[in-house]
């Protein structure tokens, strides 16, 4: 089973900041990396797959990106709608799919 | 309006069952694979099980083989999950979701269905 390991479990970011969302991965995932985003109360909601592409209807100030088998989720400018609980997941060797723990992005 | 929307959950009792439904609307359901994922109460996502477009495939996480069988109805646009033998710890907000290929991830979730076992 892959394990994606996010950190920090919690960031505190002002508005208009960046905030920089590792997950890593126990193995390679050959492209075959997703994030998302749940605000509380809410479905998750598709950010970025394959890594780097971003969903249908996200803000360019979201990007994806990979160094071997760490990945990062970036948000440029922070908005007051982006502070939300970030899940990355993984499809490249399943079953399991399986998703990291998550990481929370608070206002500071 | 692209959607999906559960419903079954309940309370039910530790060794009970129920049947979860999603049933789509506002796109082609007989090309997307559909997965089942569950959230316990403050915690994170957890995979249940899939099936695809066609139900010919369908796998589960260790924790629910044998006790969950998912299935479709591609004529009825839906999809189904039937949770038997139900633990406390199957306490969760259950969510289907749909896949184009899993590379592209899940596009479209619905809203859930709170499942909590309890006596």
């Known amino acids: 089973e892959i394990v994606l390991t996010q950190s920090p479990a919690t960031l505190s970011v002002s508005p208009g900041e960046r905030a920089t969302l590792s997950c890593r991965a126990s193995q390679s995932l050959s492209n075959n990396l997703a994030w998302y985003q749940q605000r509380p109360g809410q479905a998750p909601r598709l950010l970025i797959y394959?890594?780097?592409n971003r969903a249908t209807g996200i803000p360019a100030r979201f990007s994806g990106s990979e160094s071997g088998t760490d990945y990062t989720l970036t948000i440029d400018s922070l908005q007051s709608e982006d502070f939300a609980v970030y899940y990355c997941q993984q499809s490249n060797s399943w079953p399991p799919l399986t998703f990291g723990g998550g990481t929370k992005v608070e206002i500071k | 309006e692209e959607q999906l929307v559960e419903s079954g959950g309940g309370l039910v009792q530790p060794g009970g069952s129920l049947r979860l439904s999603c049933v789509a609307s506002g796109f082609s359901f007989s090309t997307y694979e559909i997965n089942w994922v569950r959230q316990a109460p403050g915690k994170g996502l957890e995979w249940v099980s899939y099936?695809?477009?066609?139900?010919?495939?369908?796998f589960y996480a260790d924790s629910v083989k044998g006790r969950f069988t998912i299935s479709r109805d591609n004529a009825k646009d839906s999809a189904y999950l039937e949770v038997n033998s139900l633990r406390a710890d199957d306490t969760a907000v259950y969510y289907c979701a749909r896949d184009r290929l899993l590379y592209f991830g899940f596009d479209l979730w619905g809203q859930g269905t709170l499942v909590t076992v309890s006596s």
């Open positions: 099936i695809s477009s066609s139900g010919t495939m369908a």
């Open positions: 394959g890594v780097s």
